[in-house]
């Protein structure tokens, strides 16, 4: 690997149209529907317009897009839909406490976190399928657990086999193996549009599911999901003759100790943590507040958190369409933040039935936007051929953070009042806003994927001081024995032509 040196001085970058190899991520845990949404119409667009003119997926891509695709939606719809249920059964669970119940809701975000990484170092030496059926059949092993628990603790084992099911970074490497380099990020649009309804269908699907069949009837349908997923693994999704090592979606060893020392990733890592901490902290208190109300009967749960997702979807239309304008995403960012922490104050001062639809709703707002704005950044201040290895880390502390979030509910819930948790995440927002003061000024800078392997022969130090000399490339690896090379560049400099100009030179465009 041989890598420019204008990579130690690569810092920021800009939200743009080619971060899509992010999508599993952004997905993989709690990225809800209308964030994804939003990201999927910008993307989506820009991929056209950018693709126009070049040969596009083949039949098999496009299948093998959309059986991955599948493969995440049932594993997630079945892990999100004790969401809005769970915090309302601790009478129904026998030996249940509220720091219990908060700990079976967070309790699959630390096997999460644990067995990512590994997990997707196992898929290279014994291959993908493999792993990700040994993978689904823990996922559904413990959603029976859970579905035929006797009490809290067998559900709380049910719940962390559910999460040991880590196989989404194992995923996101067969859709790497089975596309080619300029398809990839095409694929991932699928993907993440697939993914992205998971979330709000768990919302109503759960609340419906456990009117009719109760808390287990949740978990047994989760399990009949996994069964689904094998079959589709088996039957849909097609075998990598060779695994790609795709450095935009996989972790690099030899990249940790450069990405945990970057002092400005930490900032999104904590971001991302303290994020997740408060998505779940939240969930356990919606529902409460819900029928604190005394409008709100729980069959109805469903139809309002459709409707604030909706109002939500459409608050943060201003921000999004603002960030497209900005270089310089710090104020978007702070808004947000902002926005969390007037939602929990709202939340917080009274429990009337328009204060709590308010307060969750900017909450939501909040969430959202950052769901799609965090991850970019991280894209962004990673160094080229880097960005696989900063998001393992980042999502690694998104788990952690729906596991701090349930264990932190759990507790304040079993000795104080709903109210309390509230003031209890509102100290929390604050602290995150102070952390997120001395977030640097972001550029807009991109990331390219490059295709090496139908150019005429040359070294990686000739093919490496070619790439480096086009105008706005900031940083460049190249990765010989893989054909590929990975680009960091100016958006406002560098212009895609740069490349189709020079073709026979530098490669094909992702």
């Known amino acids: 690997m041989l890598s420019s040196a204008a990579c130690n001085t690569v810092t920021s970058a800009e939200f743009s149209p080619h971060t899509l190899q992010l999508w599993a991520y952004l997905v993989e845990q709690g990225t809800d529907v209308i964030s994804l949404y939003v990201l999927a119409q910008k993307e989506c667009v820009s991929c056209t317009l950018k693709s126009s003119g070049k040969p596009g997926m083949n039949q098999q891509e496009l299948r093998a897009a959309i059986a991955i695709g599948a493969l995440y939606l049932v594993r997630m719809l079945g892990l999100f839909m004790v969401l809005p249920v769970l915090p309302l059964a601790t009478d129904d669970v026998p030996l249940a406490t509220p720091l219990l119940i908060g700990i079976a809701i967070g309790i699959y975000g630390l096997s999460q976190g644990i067995l990512q990484i590994p997990l997707g170092f196992l898929s290279d030496r014994y291959g993908r399928k493999p792993v990700i059926a040994a993978g689904l059949m823990v996922f559904i092993l413990g959603s029976f657990i859970a579905g035929f628990a006797q009490d809290i603790y067998q559900l709380i084992a049910g719940r962390f086999l559910q999460g040991c099911g880590a196989i989404a970074s194992t995923l996101l490497a067969l859709m790497s193996d089975v596309t080619r380099v300029d398809q990839r990020s095409k694929s991932m649009a699928i993907i993440g549009i697939a993914i992205a309804g998971s979330f709000g269908l768990a919302l109503v699907l759960g609340p419906l599911v456990a009117a009719g069949f109760g808390l287990a009837g949740i978990f047994n349908l989760t399990g009949i999901l996994g069964l689904l997923g094998l079959v589709l693994l088996f039957t849909r999704v097609p075998s990598p003759a060779v695994m790609a090592n795709n450095r935009d979606s996989a972790v690099q ?7 945990l020392g970057n002092l400005n990733l930490w900032r999104l890592n904590i971001s991302v943590l303290i994020l997740h901490l408060l998505l779940v902290s939240g969930f356990s208190v919606f529902p409460l507040l819900f029928e604190a109300t ?5 069959k109805d749960h469903y139809l309002y958190y459709l409707v604030l997702l909706v109002l939500s979807f459409v608050g943060m239309m201003p921000f999004m369409a603002l960030s497209d304008r900005l270089s310089d995403t710090r104020p978007i960012l702070m808004a947000m933040i902002t926005s969390c922490f007037f939602g929990s104050l709202v939340l ?34 990673s ?81 490496l001081e070619a790439l480096s000399s086009v105008d706005g490339v900031l940083d460049v690896v190249v990765i010989e024995e893989e054909q590929v090379a990975y680009l960091k560049v100016d958006e406002q400099r560098f212009q895609d032509e740069f490349l189709e100009y ?9």
């Open 294 to 298: 005394g409008e709100i009967e729980q």
């Open 348 to 381: 917080s001062q009274g429990q009337g039935y328009y204060a709590v639809l308010v307060g969750i709703t900017l909450f939501f707002i909040g969430f959202n936007l950052l769901e799609v704005v965090l991850p970019a950044q991280v894209s962004k201040l």
């Open 502 to 510: 020079t073709g026979d030179q530098y490669g094909s465009r992702n």
């Open 253 to 259: 060893t030899g990249l940790l100790r450069d990405t």
């Open 383 to 463: 160094g080229a051929g880097a960005r696989g290895t900063s998001m393992g880390v980042y999502t690694t502390c998104q788990f952690m953070g729906i596991f701090a979030g349930g264990v932190v509910s759990g507790w304040v819930l079993s000795e104080y009042e709903p109210a309390v948790l509230l003031l209890v995440n509102l100290g929390i927002v604050a602290l995150w806003f102070c952390v997120c003061l001395g977030f640097p000024r972001l550029g807009d800078i991109g990331s390219r994927t490059i295709s090496l392997a139908n150019l005429p022969k040359a070294s990686a130090k000739e093919r």
